[in-house]
Each structure stands twice: as structure tokens, then as C-alpha cells.
């Protein structure tokens, strides 16, 4: 059983059908999707915003695409309910072509030219290799690894997105976790040029991911 990780960048720039709408709310920061499904012409999801979720709750009632949606204001999560994607739809049709399985979560990234998403997706041997080098025309393809697939990762890569471990490692280096404390939320925040509030909140979320997995341990 194979799989292959990886960014795929849409030269359109539409990853999401809310992506614009989230763009034009630096409040609010989509995460990851930990999960995703179509269901005829709509998608449903559950997704894991930071920032200010009430922010959230106001785009997600007054963008059109949103069928209906919750939020959870203690997690950040949401389920949300929106009409056709042209970017999602063409990614199932991907999966389907070559009987992938998604393996959660999606992650969105700025790390490459390009906004994309990080996504793993396993099959056989022969539709992995199929797949890397078939990706139809208008989707860019940043292979990060191709192999056997290993369930359950327990890598810091595995448990944080992107962000969140680009702010544990700036913390980490300001000594924000020396004792005594030698760095602020503020500073870490200049650093990686994101608010306070959000640096603290995915602060938070980053021990809430990683002190769990060191108990069970």
C-alpha cells in the first residue's frame, strides 16, 4: 500500500469556495479540513479556523455558497455545508480516476509561489506513480514524499499544521518556554507577523495537540 504527500496549487487560485471571502478577513485564518465529503452537487465538511471566530460566524452567514454551518467557538471547529467547487470537484474526479483514498487532514499552505493544500492520498503502487506524473493541466504538483504508507504519525509534522509549527519553533527559539520566560506573545507575533491574540490562541492549540501525545507516551 503506497502513498504520496504533497501541495497542489491551482493556477486559478481558487482552492476553496470560501477562500476569497476568508482572504478579505485577516481576522480569521483557515487551519486545516479534517474532514471533507460530497454529497451530489454540495460539499460538507470540518474545518479548524484561528483568529476571531465570531469574525467567522458573520462571513460564514453572509457568503452565498454556505448552505448552513456551526461552529465551536472552544475549538475553532466548523461544519460547514456549501455549494459546488469547481477546484474540490476536480480533486474527488483526481481520486476517483485513480481510486486514491484522502487521507486527512487537508492542510492549506503558503509555503510554495502559491497558496495550495497539503493533502496525502494512498493507493497502489502503480496509481501513485500514475498520479505524480499525470496531474492534468492548471494544478501544479509539489511532490514532499512518495512510499509505503505508515498510519497513525506521531510526528510533530503529524500533529501541527504549518503555522502552528512555525510558531512553536519561533517561540521556542525566543524562549518563550525558558524559565524564566524570555519572550512574549507580542514578540513571537512580530516575528511571525501575525496578532497577538492568535499567537496565543495557537499557542494553546499546540499544547493541547502535543501534552496529550507525551502522556500517552
Request: glycine share 6%.
Amino acid at each position: 500500500m503506497h502513498s504520496a504527500s504533497g501541495v497542489l496549487v491551482w493556477n486559478d487560485g481558487q482552492l476553496h469556495p470560501l477562500q476569497a471571502a476568508i482572504e478579505a478577513s485577516p481576522a480569521v485564518t483557515i487551519e486545516k479540513t479534517h474532514q471533507i465529503n460530497r454529497v451530489g452537487e454540495r460539499f460538507v465538511e470540518l474545518s479548524e479556523f484561528s483568529g476571531n471566530i465570531a469574525k467567522l460566524e458573520q462571513v460564514l452567514s453572509t457568503e452565498d455558497s454556505v448552505r448552513d454551518f456551526t461552529v465551536t467557538h472552544k475549538t475553532g471547529l466548523a461544519y460547514v455545508e456549501y455549494g459546488q467547487s469547481s477546484s474540490l470537484a476536480e480533486l474527488f474526479a483526481i481520486l476517483t480516476a485513480y481510486s486514491l483514498v484522502l487521507i486527512p487532514p487537508v492542510e492549506y499552505t503558503d509555503e510554495y509561489p502559491a497558496s495550495g493544500i497539503r493533502l496525502t492520498v494512498v493507493g497502489t503502487e502503480a496509481a501513485i506513480t500514475q498520479i505524480t506524473s499525470n496531474i492534468p493541466s492548471g494544478i501544479d504538483l509539489y511532490p514532499e514524499h512518495v512510499g509505503e504508507y505508515v498510519p497513525g504519525g506521531s510526528q510533530l509534522e503529524d500533529l501541527l499544521t504549518e503555522r502552528q509549527r512555525d510558531v512553536f519553533e519561533v517561540a521556542v527559539e525566543l524562549g518563550y518556554y525558558e524559565i524564566p520566560r524570555e519572550a512574549t506573545h507580542k514578540e513571537i507575533a512580530a516575528a511571525v507577523d501575525r496578532a497577538p491574540a492568535t499567537v496565543s490562541e495557537q499557542l494553546q492549540r499546540i499544547e493541547a495537540n502535543l501534552l496529550p501525545r507525551y502522556l500517552k507516551g
